[in-house]
């Protein structure tokens, strides 16, 4: 079974701090994707990396592939309030394509102002 | 942008009713999942349907069951509902990503 692990759990920081997110795991992945999930909402789609040791930059956030797509990691530059919320990744089997994606168990994030 | 569409944010059901969560994607995907949040948990899969009329069981399917009679439509059914079945449920459509709905939170009382 693959499995994802997300860390922190949980993290509270200050408006302007860094912050950087792991999910890891002892499975490749054809790729892997991130999501953020407000209260009361569905995750939302933030982007998919496909290639080993891909980084991705979103504005604040960035996002990188290991190279051996077994772990992946957001790193989230000046942290803004608006950046609150659950942080999810999830992974596709490298033996399928982007049925059945695997869930890490996510990252809550509180940025305070 | 596709949309995922949820029939109700709130619901509450007494043990032991039967529920249906609906769920209508408008962008003709094919595939389409249920997964129940819970906190500490993460998103379980529930089953998803890779056409009309398939479907296939996921990590945790006892106590539900899915119709899939129109390609958008795909319904999780909770045949006799139950208190350990409160939570949060969240249907996803796909071709590259997912698209989720906005979640139906279930409380079974």
């Known amino acids: 079974t693959q499995l994802l692990e997300q860390s922190p759990q949980f993290l509270s920081i200050q408006e302007g701090e860094n912050l950087t997110v792991y999910c890891n795991s002892s499975s490749v992945f054809s790729s892997l994707q991130w999501y953020r999930q407000e209260p009361g909402e569905g995750p939302v789609l933030l982007v998919t990396?496909?290639?080993?040791?891909e980084v991705k930059k979103l504005k604040r956030l960035t996002f990188q592939f290991g190279d051996a797509r077994k772990d992946s990691s957001l790193h989230i530059t000046a942290a803004q309030p608006g950046d609150t919320g659950l942080y999810l990744c999830a992974g596709a089997p490298s033996s399928g394509g982007y049925n059945k994606l695997i869930f890490g168990a996510g990252t809550r994030l509180a940025v305070h102002p | 942008d596709v949309k995922v569409t949820q029939s109700s944010r709130y619901l509450v059901k007494r043990t032991g009713e039967k529920v249906f969560l609906e769920c209508v994607q408008d962008?003709?995907?094919?595939?389409m999942f249920w997964y129940r949040q819970d906190p500490g948990l993460g998103l379980r899969l529930i089953y998803f349907s890779y056409d009309v009329k398939m479907k296939e069981k996921g990590d945790i399917p006892e106590g539900y069951s899915v119709s899939r009679e129109k390609k958008e439509r795909f319904s999780l059914i909770l045949e006799s509902a139950s208190t350990n079945q409160t939570s949060m449920y969240l249907c996803?459509?796909?071709?590259?990503?997912?698209?989720f709905g906005s979640g139906t939170r279930l409380t079974v009382v």
């Open positions: 996803a459509s796909s071709y590259y990503g997912y698209t």
């Open positions: 962008m003709d995907h094919e595939n």
């Open positions: 990396v496909v290639t080993g040791g």
